[in-house]
């Protein structure tokens, strides 16, 4: 969670591991693109400054973040050492918001306990489109930042165990 004390794009460099030899997959949510768009291109961004090749970054769309899960199952079964699932999910009038983070969010955790490779949570999950905005480059820095340093640490752990 991103606090006044915390930006999401700040991390110590000297902790993140060698990434040779390794393939990321992304899958990402066309709901509230503006978001996801600055999320994926964080993501890729800071894969690629730990020397991540862009050909051994996998991209896949999916409709909504609710979509994530399935793509992501699918996702795990090609050759890469980890998932980063991006999606941005806005409180509205309704209970609908509720149901698809909460199912969303099961559907990620899952499949961290059953596939091979890691699946990072890059679900934004906001009260308003603020504080999304303040999450994807904006005050609180980067969401995709975070996740791609996740998916390095997690990919080396999955190799080092
Ligand atoms: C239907 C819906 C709504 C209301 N809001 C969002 C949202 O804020 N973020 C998001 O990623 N997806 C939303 N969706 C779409 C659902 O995730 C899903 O694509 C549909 O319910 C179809 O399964």
């Given at each position: 969670?991103?606090?006044?004390t915390h ?8 902790s993140?591991?060698?990434?040779e ?7 990402v949510?066309?709901?509230n ?8 291109q ?6 690629q400054?730990?020397?991540v090749?862009?050909?051994?970054i996998?991209?896949?769309t ?35 918001f ?12 899952r499949?961290n ?8 949570y890059?679900l934004i999950t ?5 504080q ?5 480059g904006?005050?609180l820095g980067n ?7 996740t998916a390095?640490?997690m ?7």
């Open positions: 969670m991103a606090t006044i930006n999401l794009s700040e991390y110590d460099i000297r993140v591991p060698s990434t030899g390794m393939k990321f997959g992304i899958v949510s066309e709901w693109a503006n978001i996801t768009g600055a999320l994926l964080g993501a890729k961004d800071t894969l400054k730990h020397g090749m862009p050909k051994d996998i991209v896949q999916v409709p909504g973040s609710f979509e994530l899960i399935y793509a992501a199952s699918k996702m795990v079964q090609q050759p890469v050492d980890a998932v980063i699932a991006i999606g941005c999910v806005i409180r509205g009038d309704t209970p609908h509720d149901y698809i983070c909460q199912g969303t969010t099961y559907g990620l955790a499949l306990t059953t596939q091979p490779v890691p699946v990072i890059g906001t009260n308003n489109m603020q999304a905005l303040d999450r994807c904006g005050k969401k995709g930042d975070e996740c791609a340093v390095i640490k990919a080396a752990l999955n190799r080092n165990i």
